[in-house]
């Protein structure tokens, strides 16, 4: 009986703690305690995010051998190497609190668990690599940005080395799309069918609009995220329309129009059928990119367990 009371009145004071921090816009380190859902909520969040980097490198990867000079087989293959980065460091934030990479892979490659609806869509044309970076990683910012100031502390750091890639990243395809705008009317048409095709896909992946989205709430009031999908989703609308404008190219929206009175480009309502279809499992590419990705684990047995015979050898002499 008294052991109980101790401890129910300790764990108040580590609920207390924990609300302290978070209230004080301090960071929760691996360390400290942090409540069930906390845990389960950041390792599913980080794990996500873990799995759309890798994935993510698949799109793109599809055209390095395809690039059309040095030069941009050069820079596409420094950003998808930087893909490959990020998600390694995001598999060592979710580490720190103690899950495994080998449990979370398992969980990707078995479709258990979730990544980017973004990245089942297919590349058709070398067009696609300058709007995935100008739109998808431009996306990605928007996202990941206010992610910086998330309350885990570990995903809050490897957050401020990735945004610093990813504007690289975007950077990169604006590039790479103002020369193909400057090129020839097929180069032109290139980029305006690759737009028409990644436009929407983009906006969906900020997720489910805020009344169809459970967990914002509780993600907020932990400071995990710090926007609601709606809000970031509406900065990347405000945001990209200049920028097609400076590129000459048509958004695929007649809802899109400056707002005045809300200071804000209204635009018109996303297909969430489609979303809804392609993060379950149903999109153009999903079963491709689960099995190029299951084949990739697979091949790369023999070096983790070289790795594995290595590291014992090194403990037991
Ligand atoms: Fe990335
Ligand atoms: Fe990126």
Redesign the pocket.
Known sequence: MTAQTTLTASEEDLQQHFDRTIGEDQRIEPRDWMPEGYRRTVVRQIAQHAH??II?MQPEGNWITRAPTLRRKAILLAKVQ??AG??LYLYSAVETLGADRGELTDRLITGRQKYSSIFNYPTLTFADVGVIGWLV?GA?ICN?VPLCRSSYGPYARAMIR?CK??SF?QRQGFELLMTMMKGTPGQREMVQDAVNRWWWPSLMMFGPPDAESPNTAQSMAWKIKRHTNDELRQRFVDMSVPQAEVLGVTLPDDELKWNAARGHYDFGEIDWTEFKRVVSGDGPCNVQRVAHRRRAHEDGAWVREAAAAHARRNTSE
Do not use: F, V
Request: charged share 45%.
């Open positions: 759309s980097e993510g930087d893909e990020h998600g990683d990605a990941q990735i890639e990813e990243h």
